[in-house]
Nanobody, 124 residues
Framework: QVQLVESGGGLVQAGDSLRLSCVASGRTLSRNIGMAWFRQAPGKERDYVAGITRGGNTAYLDSVKGRFTISGDNAKNTVYLEMNSLKPEDTAVYYC?????????????????WGQGTQVTVSS
């Protein structure tokens, strides 16, 4: 089992930037597992935001392309989500997740471990 701890959320204004971090630990960490960020707004489903394979291939939700960047530091077992030009519709709890395999699919059921979440609130 992989343990995940997110940080970096907060309250910002539209147009501002934030960087979320997710530190992973656990005895399965040596496996080549994909990582992803999801988000969930009140009353809505949990949505895939961005994913990255251990080899560095990335994918994004269409509405965040060009604004968000996912990256990983394998030496630090950390995954980041750099969020620029934030919009009020980006407001949600953001979760880090570890995949069951090499890839970082869009469906939440493909993820074995989840962090506790970090709140991002963007005011207009």
């Amino acid at each position: 089992q992989v343990q995940l701890v997110e940080s970096g959320g907060g309250l910002v204004q539209a147009g501002d930037s934030l960087r979320l971090s997710c530190v992973a630990s656990g005895r399965t960490l040596s496996r080549n597992i994909g990582m992803a960020w999801f988000r969930q707004a009140p009353g809505k489903e949990r949505d895939y935001v961005a994913g990255i394979t251990r080899g560095g291939n990335t994918a994004y939700l269409d509405s965040v392309k060009g604004r968000f960047t996912i990256s990983g530091d394998n030496a630090k077992n950390t995954v980041y989500l750099e969020m620029n030009s934030l919009k009020p519709e980006d407001t949600a709890v953001y979760y880090c997740a570890a995949s069951r395999g090499y890839y970082a699919p869009r469906e939440p059921s493909n993820y074995a471990s989840w962090g506790q979440g970090t709140q991002v609130t963007v005011s207009s």
